[in-house]
């Protein structure tokens, strides 16, 4: 448990967090490993898992019947992979895919919600960090459907 | 410290003449065009300047030179075809005759950038006008502290200059970052909007000078995100585009607020122009 304590506390994602909470949210974390072209979860499965990789590359897809899957993002390094734990039903939208070898901590859903109904401390420094990125990544993908590289 | 206007040559007004060396296809719309004069010398040029590029009985446009200028015989552009003019000069052979107003134009900060980091980003053709400057850092790496290129385009097949990327990564003193805005799942680069590569790059935001080229919604993306990561915005200089005619700040087509892009840019730098950069009307 300490070794995860450690990880969460090198993670930019936790810079600040108060010790005793980094505690609990140890307490809901595991480590993952995910091979190149191993799925973190795909569209539809339960979100009971967020993750938030240590190294490697994650992509984004969604795939329309009969097509190949279009990649609407890549993450990286210190970035969290999905926010469908957050918001009843909470399902995946989309598929997430390995492109190389990912390590990742993955935070058991339902163990966090939990702690953050017990303590709202705890739930409100969460979607202090949650907030920015949702919103970062809103406005990448308005500047994305702009297809400003397009002729004009 | 960015401005620096080159003088043109002789008479502004009149085309040289100019002889195609060399056309090879970029993209499905896009090519480049190795230029040669005529008669006399190829004029001086700096990074970031651009001529005026004369299709006879079509029209004139302006181009961004993209070349290396150390090649002191030849302009290189590439031109994307989107209209009448740059559809007739993309359509030109090699042996065919050009006409060319130029260089006009403000130049990338590259020698005030010296001793400092320097990010430099591109989005689409963008990247073209940068070119330049990319050449001039490389050549001149000592003088530099770390160097960054961002690319951003819309698909893994639209990437101009791809080869050269490719390149440019391979130097172990560069960080070279691509990504598009949409791919297939065989694509392993990044995918996302260029700005969102700003923060995986090791630069000192106190310390950096950055050099944006891009369609200008992008470039807006991107100054406000350098600024986030710290940059200040007198260190930040971007390519502005506007309808160019004269070319020489007389006619007025190309103003921008209460400038000229021909003549006090096309580079400018952005604490001077963000008050108008927002506004739709300009």
Redesign the interface.
Known sequence: MEGLERILREQAFFAGFPEDQIVLVAGCARNHRFEAGQYLFREGEPANEFFLIRHG?V?L?IAAPGQ???????L?EGEIVGASWLVPPYRWTFDA?A??LVRALGIDAACLRGKCEADHYLGYEMMKRFAPILV?RL??TR??I??????? | MVQRPLAASVDPFVPQLYRINRVWRELSDTVTLEIAPSQGPRPNYAPGQFNMLYAFGVGEVAISISGDRTDHRTFVHTVRDVGAASHAIASLGVGATIGVRGPFGTAWPVAEAEGSDIVIVAGGLGLAPLRPAIYHVLANRARYGHVAILFGTRHPQDMLYRDELAAWRRNLDISVEVTVDHAESDWRGNVGVVPALIPRVSFDPRDTVALVCGPEIMMRFTANALRDAGVAPDRISLSMERNMKCAIGLCGHCQFGPAFVCKDGPVMRFDRIERIFAVREI
């Not at chain 1, 190949?68 to 890549?74: A, F, N």
């Not at chain 1, 702009?146 to 004009?152: E, F, H, Q």
């Open positions: 590359k992509a897809e190949q899957p279009i990649v609407m993002s890549t990286g895919r492109v190389e970062k406005h990448a500047l994305q702009l297809n400003v590289y397009g002729k004009r």
